[in-house]
Each structure stands twice: as structure tokens, then as C-alpha cells.
């Protein structure tokens, strides 16, 4: 299709930015907190911030078909998709943790096309264009040149089910054995992110989402990283696990992953 991309881009920044806008205003106020399971947390604020987003959408795209965390799959009439997370970080925002993003990527016959991740705290907007590089602030970024997983800092996240939480426990013993330190922040788009732009050197986590990883995935590349299956097989972001990295210790972080992975459960 003959699509511009950065008019997509455009409408996802204004969206995102009105969507980070409300998130901040709505803070540190008596917002209602709801559960989707046992612990994994939905507030009205995810709600608001996703409405506004989708209507922004719509307002400029009305054929478009969108993914949203809360409202699911809409259908449309042409190849366009927007996959939208209005607050990945939600139980960090719950708790007024400072650490949480609104992220929107948009497929065009199903590749990634574009994508911004919003941080309303630090006012950081992360965005890329297939092809373009990846930017923070409008100032282009790239990966860290770190080659020694040793000396690098690395980061993961963990999912709400028990099965994947202790297989991600025995994966992070094994990293921490292995690499500089391994941070756990709570949002997966965030952390991509952070990859991008140099302040990790790598990202791996299991049960992901699509909204969790379809704008941060693109940046990474676009900034000059990997993104794959920890196997190192191609990913993409209907993929339930990922391994980010600035491609110089990908390999190592590789090896490690799928080695712990193939451990039995009882050890």
C-alpha cells in the first residue's frame, strides 16, 4: 500500500501525547484500580487514556483496525493496524512508581511500520519509522557498542502466571551469574526503549503481548539492535517471548537463555 508512515507517525505522537497528558494529570488522584486476575491490575485511567487514544485514531483513520489491551480487536477495512498499550506499567502507575509508558505501534500488512513509546514522567517520546532510525525527542539514537556481556547492564520483566514466573526466576539467576547486573522495571515498552538508546545492552521476557512490544521492537531495530526469539529465530510481536539486545552480546545472552530454558522444572 502506498502509505505515509510518518503521517502515522504524526497522528500516534498526538495521540500518545494527549494519552501521557491525562495519565500524568490523573496520577496521583483516587482513580478506581480493578483486577483482570489475581494480581494483574486495570485502572480507569487505562480505560480514559485507551478511549482517547482509539478516538484520536479514528478521528483521522476511521477505516483503520485496532488492538488495544482493554478493548481488544476492531476490525476495519484496509491492512492498517494499531496495536495500543495506553499504560504499560500499570501496577508501577498504581503504586505512583515513576516508571510507566504509553506505547502505539502500527503494522501495514502486518510489518511493523511505526511506533512511540511516551513517558509522561520524564517527558522521553521514543519514536521510529521503518527505514528512518529511531529517535528520543526528535535527536536520533542507537544502540550501546558494549561487546562484553559481562560488563553490561541488562533488564527483564515478569508475566502474572506462576509457571512463567518460575521459569523466568531460574533464567534471571543465570544472567545475574553472568552479566554486569539485571534490572526488573516493570514495563516491557520502557525497557525496549532503554535498549535503544544505549542504557541497557540487552532485554529478554516471556509472555508478552503484542501492545507490550510493537513499538518498542521496531525502535530497538531501527536504533540499530536485534530483536528475535531467544533461540535467535525471527520474532514477531504476536511472538510470547523476546530477546532485545544491541546485537554485540546477543549471541551470549542467547546462549545462556536457551540453555536455562532446557532445564528440567524440578531443578
Sequence with gaps: MNIDANRLL?????????????????????FKVSKKGKVNLVTEVDLAAEELIVSTVHRHFPEHQILAEER????????????????????NYAHDYPFFCVSIGIEIEGALAAGVVHDPVSRETFTAVS?????????????????????????????????????????????????????????AALDLCYVACGRYEGFWELSLQPWDVA??????????????????????????????TNGKVHQAISEILTRACNFPDDL
Design 215 to 244: 513499538a518498542g521492537s521496531l525502535i530497538v531495530q531501527e536504533a540499530g539492535g536485534m530483536v528475535t526469539r531467544f533461540d535467535q529465530t525471527n520474532a514477531t510481536i504476536y511472538d510470547r517471548e523476546c530477546l532485545a
Design 131 to 187: 527505514g528512518e532510525g529511531a529517535y528520543l525527542n526528535g535527536k536520533p539514537i542507537q544502540v550501546s557498542s558494549e561487546s562484553s556481556l559481562v560488563d553490561s547492564l541488562l533488564v527483564t520483566g515478569f508475566s502474572y502466571g506462576t509457571p512463567e514466573i518460575q521459569k523466568n526466576l531460574r533464567l534471571f539467576n543465570e544472567m545475574m551469574m553472568e552479566a554486569r547486573s539485571v534490572r526488573r522495571d516493570g514495563s
Design 72 to 91: 481488544g480487536s476492531a476490525e476495519g477495512t484496509v491492512p492498517i493496524k494499531w496495536v495500543i498499550d495506553p499504560i504499560d506499567g500499570t501496577t
Design 10 to 30: 504524526a497522528v500516534a505522537e498526538e495521540a500518545a501525547t494527549e494519552a501521557g497528558a491525562l495519565i500524568f494529570q490523573k496520577r496521583k488522584t483516587a
